[in-house]
């Protein structure tokens, strides 16, 4: 089991990497196909969702227990870095979709959380226990 904070900046690093890959995959979409402005929302749902998601599911791993509040922490640090970004850089005020945001990072994060330690666990029941020997009787 690793330090909470470590894990939680490990998956807040996990979900930025993935947005700004999937960003860049929007921008190429945009740029070399049909698809028009009018979809940008929902791409940037779904990418902001697969993050949220595999981010929590890495913190939830690497922490091995309490995976929906270290996940759900995961989204809620990267819910404040996203409207700090919003805030200072394009004067973005807080609204009602503000919040919607936040409880979705904190939900999707935190599911990903709940994944990520039931997949650790599964894989520590298989490979911690030593294997029980029968012995043949006499």
Known sequence: MRSAS???LTGLLYT???V???ALL???LLSFTSIREGTLPYFTYVINAIA???GGFVTGRRCGGKGWYYGGLTGLTYFLFIL???FLGFDAPMQWG???FLFGAFGVAALGG???VNSANSNNKHKGGKPKVIKPRR
Do not use: E
Request: net charge neutral; with cysteine.
């Open 6 to 8: 470590t894990s939680v």
């Open 16 to 18: 930025t990497c993935l």
């Open 20 to 22: 700004l890959i999937g």
């Open 26 to 28: 929007a921008t190429l």
């Open 52 to 54: 949220l998601l595999t």
């Open 84 to 86: 700090l970004i919003g």
């Open 98 to 100: 503000t919040f919607l």
């Open 114 to 116: 709940i994944l990520g």
